[in-house]
């Protein structure tokens, strides 16, 4: 308990200096350092024979992305379509993983299929690295720390959520939510965690956290509550994954958090949907 205390608040410090204290090519190294640890940890959850191969992919499709459409750009306030719907695929891979996640274990085939597993993990690492770099440089010219505030919020959603479930779990938790892929997840505590997050959500917006995301009302009601939402479903499929690979946390690098994805699975939701789901509402995804 010590352990994983300690860890947390080192954790904490260093997110917050990353957010607040780190310009845009240093944050785009912390973002490309957390990127690379995921997709590390991902390789042998999908149990690729060479433990290298699918990082391998992940650069390689990280270079790609930064050779069409260069972060620095961002910083001028150009955000290429490319970006956008990059970060868009994000809608139907989470939309497409929910009935994977209803199904299991009955129906699990597809995770023997390596192809399938490449394109699933890529889907779910590519457009969250893309989202976070979008997020921080957004007004960066104007006011170094808007971006920072809106990365912090958009991740304090989803913290919010998970407050949110534990307490509500602990105190009123009776009917399991999907026992075959997370046995201590409840009903009570998904409808405690999502009050809570609307709470944090309904707050941030008070405070003028979400920039030009609050442009259109309805656009970031929507997409925040998208995001409050599918940051539960990006816990699961995490959860499932690690059941199919039989590992019990993705890595080793947190003492007493487990891996990098056991701290990200929700972000790799939330964060690109809110993005492309106000885009898609708010017309501006092209």
Known sequence: MVTRIITGIVLIAAVIAWLFFADFPIFTMGALFIYMVGAYELGPIFKFKQRYLFLFLAVAAAVCCFVIAPPGE???????????????????????????????????????????????????LVPFLEGLLVLRATDIAL????????????????????????????????????????????????????????????????????SVYADSSPALIASGIIAIVFSVIGDLLESM??????????????????????????????????????????????
Not at 178 to 190: N, Q
């Open 74 to 124: 961002f910083v001028s306030g150009h955000i290429p379509p490319v970006v956008k719907y990059i970060i868009a695929l994000s809608i139907p891979l989470w939309i497409g993983v929910v009935p994977l996640i209803k199904a299991y274990p009955h129906k699990s085939s597809w995770y023997e299929n390596k192809v399938i597993c490449a394109i699933l993990g890529l889907l779910m």
């Open 241 to 286: 994954i690690k059941r199919l690979g039989g590992v019990k946390d993705s890595g080793k690098i947190f003492p007493g958090h487990g891996g990098m994805l056991d701290r990200i699975d929700s972000q790799l939701a939330a964060v690109p949907l809110f993005l492309s789901v106000n885009w898609l509402i708010s017309g501006n995804l092209a």
């Open 143 to 210: 006011d170094a720390n808007t971006g920072a505030y809106l990365v912090l919020a958009v991740m304090a959603l989803v913290w919010a959520a998970d407050s949110g479930a534990y307490f509500a779990g602990v105190f009123f938790g009776k009917n399991k939510l999907i026992p075959a892929v997370s046995p201590k997840k409840t009903r009570e505590g998904l409808y405690g965690g999502l009050i809570l997050a609307f709470a944090a959500l309904i707050l941030f917006m008070h405070l003028g956290l979400f």
